[in-house]
C-alpha cells in the first residue's frame, strides 16, 4: 500500500495484519513459522502515527491471538511475539483488559520457566507493558513474580551475571509498583519486598564489567519503583531505620556523575544538627589517574560542536551561566567530615571520562572550578571520536536522568513523612556557612548552582522548597541578633547561619541561572524561605538583598517569571508585618526602585527602565529633600503594582502565550495582574500607614478592576477594597497605636467609599453570575468605617443595607455567609443599632441564617447573633426601658429558641450561640420571665448553658459558656435564689473551677461565682459553703497543670478566685460563718499567702481577669473585715478568729501597698 494514501492507512494496514493473524493455523513447519514472523515484523515495523482509529479491545484479541498461534519451543517466535506485545503496548498507549492480561501474563511467566535465557530480556519487556497501570490486576500472579522464590527477585538479584536480564528484572517491578490512583496497590508484603530489592539494586552497581550506560539505565529503574511505592503512601519509613536508608540512597544518587563531586555516604543517615558525611574530592586513583588518555591538561573550554537544532542555545545559556559567577564557589557549603566503612560511594562517571581532574571546590580557584567538569577538555587534547562523544553526551543525560529521579524520590519522601521528622535530617541536605579552612560539604544548594541540567536544578529547588514549606516554628528558633562569644555554637545560631546560607546561594543562583523554567523554581523557593524565616530574630539585610535582587525579573519576558517575582515581594511585604527593614525599603521612591543593586546581573535593564512607569507630577529632583512627604512619589513596589495592573503593556514586551482577546492583548496577562493586586492586598494589610498616602489612587485601580470582564480581575479588586477598609478599621480602633494626626481623615475615608458605592461595587453585590464576587463584595462592604457609613448619602446607607438584607436569602452558601456576617458588622454600627426596625430586619435574616444547611452560614449566622444580642444589651443600658418595651417579645423568644437549638450544633456555631444566649438572659425583664410561653425557653437555654460547661468541647465553647452564665447571673430578674436549676448552675461552675485543664476556662468560671451581688442570689448555706470550699480547693490547685503552656496563666486565675472570695466575704451571714472559719482553721496559711500576693501584686494585664488596682483589693479586703466584724450573731470566739486573721492580712498589705500608692497611680 502506497504511504501517501492518508490517514487510513495505518488502520487498514493493522486491521489487514490482523485479519490474516486470525486466518493463520498453528503448526510446526517453517511455512508456518515463516509466515508467522513476517506477519510479526510487519506489525513491528509500523509507526501507527494516526492511532486513535485502533481500538483496543482488537489490540487485546490480536495479541491474545498471536499467544495462541506460538507455542513455547518455538522460541524464536516467542521472542517475536514478546517484542510486539511491548511494541504495540507502549506505540499505542494501551493498557490491556483483565482476562487479556491474566492470558498473556500466565503465556509470559510460562515462557521465562521453560525457554532459554537468550530470550528473557524480550518476554521481561512484555510483562513490564503488560503489567504497567496494572498491578491490582496482577494479584494472582505476584507469588510467581514477587514471592520468595519469585522469578523477578532471582533476576533482579546482585548474583545475576546478565545484567540486561537484571535491569530487565527491575524494570518489571517498577511497572508492577506503579500507583494508580482509586485502585487497590500491592499488598504490604510485595511492597517491602520490591522496595529491598531496588535498595540492594541502588547499593550494588559498581562490578567493574558493567558499562555506565547499563548502569544508568538500571538505577533509573529502580528509582522510579522506589518513587512509585512512595507515592502509594501507606509506607512506615519509621521501622529498621528505612528512613535513613532512603535519604542515605537520595543523597548519593543526587550526585551521580555530578561533574567534579565525590562524597562518602553512610549507609544510613541519623537525625543530627551537623552533617554525618565526608565531601570529598576524589583521588587521582579514584578518577582514573595517568591510565586516562583524556585527562585534562589545561582549562580552556572545549570548542563547541555540531549538535542538534535545540542544543546549541541551551549549551550557549550553560555557558553564560557557568561564567556568569566566580564568587558562587567561595564555600557555599561546608560541614565536619566523617566516614565509616558502611558506605556507600557515589559513581563517578563513565569509566573513560574525559576528566578526571576535579576542580577545587574550596573557592581557590574559582574561575576554573564553576565550570561543570565536562565542559572544561581542551578540544587539541580530547581524543573522542564523533561516536565518543556522542556516547558521552548519552552518558551525561542518563546520568543526569539518575540524579533527576533520586531528588523525585527524595520529594516523595519529604511527602510520606512528618515535617517535623525531617527536620531532624535538615543538616544533611542543607548546609551551613562554611568556617575558614573548613572543608566544603555538598548540598540541594550545590546541585542547584553547579548542575549542568536545567532539570535537575529545578529538582533540587523544588525539593528545597517542599523543605521549608510550613518550616516556620522549626525556623522559629534561628537567632544570630547576638554575638555569640562562647565555648560553643548555639543550635539557634548554627540554623541562623543555615539560613544566611541559603538566601546567599539562592540569590547567586538566580543571578546565574538562564533556564526560565529552572528560574521559575528559585524564585518558588525563595518565596517560600522568606515566608518562614523569623527575620526578627536576625541581623537586618536579608531582605534588603532578596527586594534588590528580584526587581529586575518583574520585566522578564517569561510570564511565570514574573508571577513568581511579583509572588515573592508579597512574601517580603507579608512576613512578620510590619519589619522595619521592609519599611525602610518601602520608603524608597519609585525613582530609586530601578537600580539593579550591583548584583552582577547579566540581563541588560537601562532601556526598559520606564516601560512601566506612569506620568510623574512633581519634580524628581526634590525627592530626597522631601523624604517626609511620602505623597510626592509612590513607592517602587506600589508604582510597579499599579503600572502592572492600569497600564497597556509595550509593544516590545509582549508575550507569546497571553491569553486571547482585546483586553488581554491591550495589557498584562490576568495571572501578572492578578498577582499584583495581591501583592497589594497584602501590602495594604502589612503597612497600612504607608500604603494609606495612595489611598485615593488605589481604590481608583480597584474601581477600574472591579469594572473589567475578566472575573479573576473584579474578584481580586473587590478583595483590594476590602483590605483597604479593613485597613482604616483598624487604624481608627480606641486602641490603634496609630496617633490621631496620622490615621486617614475620616472625610477622606467617606470620598473613599463614595466612589466605590458609585461605581463598579454595587453592580458586582447584585452580580448572580458570579458568586465568589459577591462574596468579597459583601466583606469589602462590610469593611466600611461606622463614623464614615454615618457620614454617607442616605441612599448609598439604604443600598448596603437592602443588598445585603436580600443576598441573605442568596442559594449560594459563601454569598449567604458573607451577607449574614456584614449583617453582624452593621448591627454594631451606632448609627443604626438603635434603629428597632434595622434591629428587628436583621434578627429575622440571621435567625433564617442560623437555620441554613450549610455549617459556614450556621457560623457566620451565630457570630453576627452574638453581635446583635451584644447590641441589645448596649442598648438597654444607653437607651433604658424604651428600647425593651418597643422590641417585640415574639421575636425575642424565637431568638431564645434559635439560640438554644444552635447551642447543640458544632463548636464552631456553639460557642457564639451560647454567647448570645448569656446576652439574652441578661436582656430579659420581669414582664418576660412572668409570661407562660417564656418560662420553658429560659428553662431549656439555661439547661443548655449548664450542659455545655459541662461538656467536653472547645475551650473557647466552655469559656463563652461560662461567661454567658455570669451575663445571665447579672439579670435581677432571673429567681436566681428560688429556681431549681439554680444549684445544677453553681454545682456546673464550682466543677469547672477545680478540675477543668484550661485554666482561662476556670479563670472565668471564678469571675461567673463573683457576679451574685446579694447574699440570697447564692441559694442556702451549704450552697454557699460549697462554693467557698471549690475555690479554696481550686486556689489550693493553681499551679497543678499537666501542660505547661497554661503556667502563663496560673497569676490571673489566683487573682480572680482570690477577688471572687473576697467578694464571698463580704456577704457572709451567720449561718455560713462556720465553714469560713473551719477553713481558715485548717488552710490559713495558704489563703494568706495567695491573698497577700494578690492585694500587693501590679494591675493585671490578662483581660480574662476583671482589673483592679491594689487600692481597690485593699479596700475589698477591709469591707469584708468591717462585715465579718458586724455579725453579732456568730459566737465571739468564732468571730474572733477570723477578724484576726484578716486584720493581720490587712496590717501587711497596708504597710506593703503604702510606699507604692504613687507608683500604681502613673500606672494608671
Known amino acids: 500500500m502506497d504511504a501517501e494514501e492518508g490517514f487510513p492507512r495505518p488502520h487498514c494496514d493493522f486491521q489487514r495484519f490482523y485479519t490474516k493473524l486470525f486466518t493463520i493455523r498453528a503448526a510446526d513447519g517453517e511455512s508456518f513459522k515463516t509466515e508467522l514472523n513476517l506477519v510479526f515484523d510487519q506489525l513491528i515495523s509500523e509507526n501507527y502515527l494516526n492511532h486513535s482509529s485502533i481500538n483496543r479491545e482488537d489490540v487485546c484479541s490480536l495479541l491474545v491471538q498471536a499467544c495462541r498461534l506460538v507455542q513455547l519451543n518455538q522460541e524464536h517466535l516467542v521472542s517475536k511475539m514478546c517484542q510486539l506485545i511491548h511494541h504495540l503496548l507502549n506505540r499505542l498507549q494501551v493498557t490491556v483488559d483483565e482476562q487479556s492480561l491474566e492470558l498473556l501474563l500466565s503465556y509470559c511467566i510460562r515462557a521465562l520457566q521453560q525457554c532459554n535465557s537468550w530470550t528473557h530480556v524480550e518476554i521481561l519487556q512484555a510483562v513490564a507493558a503488560l503489567v504497567y497501570a496494572n498491578g491490582p490486576r496482577c494479584q494472582k500472579f505476584l507469588p510467581d513474580l514477587l514471592?520468595?522464590?519469585?522469578?523477578?527477585?532471582?533476576?533482579?538479584?546482585?548474583?545475576?551475571?546478565?545484567?540486561?536480564?537484571?535491569?530487565?528484572?527491575?524494570?518489571?517491578?517498577?511497572?508492577?509498583?506503579?500507583?494508580?490512583?482509586?485502585?487497590?496497590?500491592?499488598?504490604?508484603?510485595?511492597?517491602?519486598?520490591?522496595?529491598?530489592?531496588?535498595?540492594?539494586?541502588?547499593?550494588n552497581t559498581k562490578a567493574p564489567e558493567i558499562d555506565d550506560v547499563t548502569v544508568c539505565k538500571l538505577l533509573q529503574n529502580a528509582l522510579k519503583g522506589i518513587h512509585s511505592i512512595l507515592n502509594a503512601g501507606r509506607m512506615n519509613l519509621a521501622q529498621n531505620d528505612l528512613l535513613g536508608t532512603l535519604l542515605a540512597v537520595f543523597k548519593t544518587y543526587m550526585f551521580y556523575g555530578f561533574p567534579g563531586v565525590n562524597i562518602e555516604v553512610p549507609a544510613v543517615l541519623y537525625p543530627a544538627p551537623l552533617p554525618q558525611y565526608e565531601g570529598s574530592?576524589?583521588?587521582?586513583?579514584?578518577?582514573?589517574?595517568?591510565?586516562?588518555?583524556?585527562?585534562?591538561?589545561?582549562?580552556?573550554?572545549?570548542?563547541?560542536?555540531?549538535?542538534?537544532?535545540?542544543?546549541?542555545?541551551e549549551e550557549q545559556k550553560e555557558d553564560q551561566r557557568d561564567t556568569a559567577q566566580p564568587e558562587l564557589l567561595h564555600g557555599p557549603e561546608s560541614g565536619k567530615q566523617r566516614g565509616g566503612d558502611l558506605t556507600l560511594s557515589l559513581l563517578q562517571g563513565p569509566k573513560n571520562y574525559s576528566d578526571r581532574t576535579v576542580p577545587s571546590l574550596d573557592g581557590k580557584d574559582p574561575s576554573n572550578s564553576f565550570y561543570p567538569s565536562w565542559k572544561k577538555i581542551n578540544s587539541s587534547d580530547s581524543e573522542y571520536s564523533d561516536t565518543e562523544g556522542g556516547i558521552q553526551s548519552k552518558l551525561r543525560s542518563l546520568q543526569g536522568k539518575v540524579r533527576q529521579g533520586a531528588l523525585a524520590g527524595f520529594l516523595s519522601t519529604i511527602k510520606s513523612v512528618e515535617k517535623k521528622v525531617l527536620y531532624g535530617y535538615w543538616s544533611s541536605f542543607i548546609a551551613d556557612v562554611p568556617g575558614i579552612g573548613s572543608p566544603q560539604t555538598v548540598s540541594l544548594m550545590t546541585i542547584a548552582l553547579k548542575d549542568p541540567s536545567p532539570k535537575v536544578r529545578a529538582g533540587a529547588l523544588q525539593v528545597l522548597s517542599v523543605l521549608l514549606e510550613g518550616s516556620k516554628q522549626f525556623l522559629s528558633v534561628a537567632e544570630d541578633t547576638n554575638d555569640h562569644r562562647r565555648a560553643f555554637t548555639p543550635f539557634s545560631a548554627t540554623l541562623a547561619s543555615s539560613i544566611r546560607e541559603l538566601h546567599r546561594c539562592l540569590l547567586l543562583a538566580l543571578v546565574a541561572e538562564s533556564s526560565p523554567q529552572t528560574l521559575t523554581q528559585i524564585i518558588k523557593c525563595l518565596a517560600n524561605l522568606v515566608t518562614n524565616v523569623p527575620y526578627n530574630r536576625l541581623k537586618p539585610g536579608l531582605l534588603t538583598r532578596v527586594w534588590n535582587h528580584i526587581k529586575p525579573y518583574n520585566r522578564r519576558r517569561d510570564v511565570n517569571v514574573?508571577?513568581?517575582?511579583?509572588?515573592?515581594?508579597?512574601?517580603?511585604?507579608?512576613?512578620?508585618?510590619?519589619?522595619?527593614?521592609?519599611?525602610?525599603?518601602?520608603?524608597?521612591?519609585?525613582?530609586?526602585?530601578?537600580?539593579?543593586?550591583?548584583?552582577?546581573?547579566?540581563?541588560?535593564?537601562?532601556?526598559?527602565?520606564?516601560?512601566?512607569?506612569?506620568?510623574?507630577?512633581?519634580?524628581?529632583d526634590g525627592d530626597k529633600e522631601n523624604s517626609e512627604s511620602p505623597a510626592v512619589e509612590l513607592c517602587w513596589l506600589t508604582q510597579l503594582c499599579i503600572s502592572i495592573i492600569t497600564l497597556p503593556k509595550p509593544e516590545p514586551y509582549s508575550d507569546s502565550d497571553t491569553n486571547t482577546g482585546a483586553a488581554a492583548s491591550l495589557y498584562e496577562p490576568s495571572p501578572v495582574r492578578v498577582e499584583a493586586l495581591q501583592v497589594l492586598a497584602l501590602l495594604v494589610k502589612g503597612y497600612f500607614t504607608m500604603a494609606q498616602t495612595s489611598l485615593l489612587e488605589l481604590g481608583e485601580v480597584a474601581c477600574k478592576c472591579m469594572e473589567e470582564p475578566d472575573p479573576s480581575i473584579q474578584l481580586h479588586g473587590a478583595r483590594l477594597v476590602e483590605e483597604i477598609g479593613s485597613g482604616i478599621v483598624q487604624q481608627h480602633k480606641l486602641d490603634s497605636p496609630t496617633p490621631l494626626d496620622h490615621r486617614v481623615p475620616v472625610n477622606q475615608v467617606v470620598i473613599f467609599w463614595s466612589r466605590m458605592l458609585n461605581g463598579p461595587l454595587p453592580g458586582a453585590l447584585q452580580n448572580d453570575e458570579h458568586s465568589t464576587l459577591q462574596t468579597s463584595t459583601c466583606d469589602a462592604v462590610s469593611s466600611i468605617l461606622p463614623e464614615a457609613f454615618n457620614s454617607l448619602p442616605n441612599e448609598k446607607q439604604i443600598l448596603c443595607i437592602t443588598v445585603l438584607l436580600g443576598l441573605n436569602h442568596s442559594e449560594h452558601p459563601l454569598v449567604k455567609a458573607a451577607a449574614v456576617r456584614a449583617l453582624g458588622v452593621y448591627i454594631l454600627f451606632p448609627s443604626l443599632r438603635q434603629d428597632v426596625m434595622f434591629v428587628a430586619d436583621t434578627a429575622n435574616a440571621i435567625l433564617t441564617s442560623l437555620d441554613d444547611k450549610s455549617l459556614n452560614v450556621r457560623t457566620k449566622a451565630a457570630w453576627s447573633l452574638g453581635n446583635l444580642t451584644d447590641t441589645l444589651i448596649a442598648n438597654m443600658e444607653s437607651m433604658g426601658l424604651g428600647f425593651q418595651e418597643e422590641f417585640s417579645d415574639v421575636l425575642l423568644l424565637k431568638m431564645l429558641e434559635s439560640a438554644t437549638h444552635a447551642s447543640s450544633d458544632k463548636d464552631k456555631v456553639k460557642s457564639n450561640a451560647v454567647r448570645a444566649l448569656g446576652n439574652l438572659l441578661h436582656f430579659l425583664q420581669p414582664h418576660h420571665i412572668s409570661k407562660p410561653q417564656f418560662k420553658p425557653g429560659i428553662e431549656e437555654s439555661i439547661q443548655a448553658l449548664i450542659r455545655t460547661v459541662q461538656s467536653e468541647a472547645t475551650m473557647k465553647v466552655r469559656w463563652n459558656a461560662c461567661y454567658a452564665l455570669g451575663n445571665m447571673f447579672k439579670n435581677p430578674a432571673i429567681p436566681l435564689d428560688s429556681a431549681p436549676w439554680a444549684a445544677q448552675a453553681f454545682s456546673a461552675l464550682t466543677s469547672v473551677v477545680k478540675t477543668c485543664k484550661n485554666f482561662k476556662v476556670r479563670i472565668k468560671s471564678a469571675t461567673a461565682l463573683s457576679i451574685p451581688n446579694t447574699r440570697e442570689r447564692y441559694g442556702d448555706s451549704k450552697q454557699f459553703c460549697e462554693i467557698w470550699s471549690a475555690l479554696v480547693l481550686a486556689l489550693e490547685k493553681s499551679e497543678e497543670t499537666e501542660d505547661f503552656l497554661e503556667f502563663k496563666y496560673c497569676a490571673s486565675l489566683r487573682t480572680q478566685i482570690c477577688q471572687t472570695l473576697l467578694h464571698l466575704l463580704h456577704l457572709v451571714t451567720?449561718?455560713?460563718?462556720?465553714?469560713?472559719?473551719?477553713?481558715?482553721?485548717?488552710?490559713?496559711?495558704?489563703?494568706?499567702?495567695?491573698?497577700?500576693?494578690?492585694?500587693?501584686?501590679?494591675?493585671?494585664?490578662?483581660?480574662?481577669?476583671?482589673r483592679t488596682d491594689p487600692q481597690d483589693r485593699v479596700r475589698m479586703l477591709q469591707k469584708a473585715f468591717q462585715h465579718i466584724h458586724s455579725l453579732q450573731e456568730v459566737p465571739v470566739g468564732e468571730r474572733e478568729l477570723v477578724v484576726q486573721y484578716l486584720d493581720k492580712i490587712l496590717k501587711h498589705c497596708v504597710e506593703s501597698t503604702e510606699p507604692q500608692s504613687g507608683l500604681q497611680d502613673t500606672q494608671e
Open 562 to 620: 514574573r508571577v513568581c517575582s511579583l509572588t515573592l515581594l508579597g512574601a517580603i511585604v507579608s512576613v512578620q508585618a510590619p519589619l522595619p527593614e521592609v519599611q525602610l525599603l518601602l520608603q524608597q521612591p519609585s525613582s530609586s526602585g530601578l537600580s539593579t543593586s550591583g548584583s552582577g546581573t547579566p540581563h541588560r535593564l537601562s532601556d526598559t527602565d520606564s516601560w512601566r512607569k506612569p506620568q510623574q507630577t512633581g519634580s524628581r
Open 1070 to 1106: 451567720a449561718e455560713d460563718h462556720p465553714c469560713i472559719s473551719k477553713t481558715i482553721s485548717e488552710k490559713g496559711g495558704l489563703i494568706r499567702t495567695f491573698v497577700q500576693r494578690f492585694l500587693t501584686s501590679g494591675v493585671e494585664a490578662d483581660e480574662t481577669v476583671t
Open 147 to 203: 514471592g520468595k522464590n519469585g522469578i523477578l527477585l532471582q533476576l533482579s538479584a546482585p548474583t545475576q551475571p546478565d545484567v540486561d536480564l537484571r535491569r530487565a528484572a527491575v524494570h518489571c517491578m517498577a511497572n508492577l509498583c506503579l500507583c494508580v490512583p482509586g485502585q487497590l496497590y500491592l499488598e504490604e508484603q510485595y511492597k517491602a519486598v520490591s522496595l529491598q530489592t531496588f535498595l540492594i539494586v541502588m547499593k
Open 281 to 313: 574530592s576524589p583521588t587521582k586513583d579514584q578518577m582514573g589517574g595517568a591510565t586516562n588518555p583524556s585527562k585534562q591538561v589545561g582549562h580552556k573550554k572545549k570548542k563547541s560542536r555540531s549538535k542538534n537544532k535545540k542544543e546549541p542555545l
